[in-house]
């Protein structure tokens, strides 16, 4: 199988924080830059955060720069998504993708389910 499953996901309170996992399956992703993407309903999908295959560069949009950590461990097989801080509108589905390149970029080729995340009192 080539297979990347997120976990982590679940109901929180404003303010309160999660951790995010994409684990990797048939294929270990050492040499490609992974991106999380969240889809709320009636959205778009957005490009959340990237990191590069080394974890050495890394990269945020905006509206969660500051609040959310990307990191990785090879090792492991795995990219985690530490999102502290949350808001109502984190609220969505968060997806990880592989992108078939060392660096970050627009691109992915291997998406995982989906994890959702609720914000919310």
């Known amino acids: 199988q080539l297979q990347l499953v997120e976990s982590g996901g679940g109901l929180v309170q404003p303010g309160g924080s999660l951790r995010l996992s994409c684990a990797a399956s048939?294929?270990?992703?050492?040499?490609?830059?992974i991106g999380w993407f969240r889809q709320a309903p009636g959205k778009e999908r957005e490009g959340v955060s990237c990191i590069s295959s080394s974890g050495g560069s890394t990269n945020y949009a905006d509206s969660v720069k500051g609040r959310f950590t990307i990191s990785r461990d090879n090792a492991k097989n795995t990219v985690y998504l530490q999102m502290n801080s949350l808001k109502p509108e984190d609220t969505a589905i968060y997806y990880c993708?592989?992108?078939?390149?060392?660096?970050?970029?627009?691109?992915?080729?291997?998406w995982g389910q989906g994890t959702q995340v609720t914000v919310s009192s």
């Open positions: 993708a592989a992108r078939w390149a060392t660096t970050c970029g627009p691109s992915a080729v291997l």
């Open positions: 048939g294929f270990t992703l050492d040499y490609y830059a």
